[in-house]
């Protein structure tokens, strides 16, 4: 939501206007609770997108496994490569929470947090490209066959920078 100039606060409009740069990295962290431990295949916690297919979107997803999550993004309609999380990541009727960090460089390094500790890490093959990003979801993709997220979800929260271990730590132990 967007206030106006005067300082008043929320005047009923949104100035949204997408998601593009994050030269200086990303981070996402939300606090999930899944309603039940099989979760559909290819559900997706995030996903900021360009449009239909791997054109330039970032994604959080629930690849074929039931309690790993995946984070994967593409450069046009290359993807960069995927980092899994360790099993366990997902449990049924259990408040967690989870962080992705993406660095910078040709080659970012990306680390999959669960409640403050590292569940899977490694790098990927490109840089997330500087493009606008007009699609958002939480709980569902761009793509009509995925499954939808069923379960809760609270504080998400988006930066376009790569948190430090120690921010994604304190800021779990803290909510």
Request: hydrophobic residues 35%; aromatic residues 12%.
């Amino acid at each position: 939501s967007q206030g106006d100039s005067t300082g008043a606060g929320f005047v009923g409009r949104n100035t949204f206007s997408g998601y593009n740069n994050f030269t200086g990295g990303f981070t996402f962290s939300v606090w999930l609770k899944p309603a039940h431990s099989s979760i559909d295949q290819f559900t997706y916690l995030l996903e900021l997108a360009t449009g239909s297919g791997m054109s330039n979107n970032i994604q959080l997803f629930r690849p074929a496994n039931a309690t790993t999550a995946r984070y994967e993004h593409g450069s046009g309609t290359t993807s960069g490569g995927t980092v899994t999380s360790s099993s366990g990541a997902f449990t049924a009727d259990t408040w967690a929470h989870h962080t992705v960090t993406v660095g910078t460089g040709s080659s970012p390094a990306v680390t999959l947090y669960r409640n403050g500790v590292p569940v899977g890490s490694g790098s990927l093959s490109n840089a997330i490209p500087n493009v606008l990003r007009t699609n958002a979801w939480l709980g569902k993709s761009n793509y009509t066959g995925d499954g939808y997220f069923a379960g809760v979800f609270d504080e998400a929260r988006i930066a376009n920078i790569a948190r430090t271990a120690d921010y994604v730590k304190l800021e779990y132990e803290t909510q």
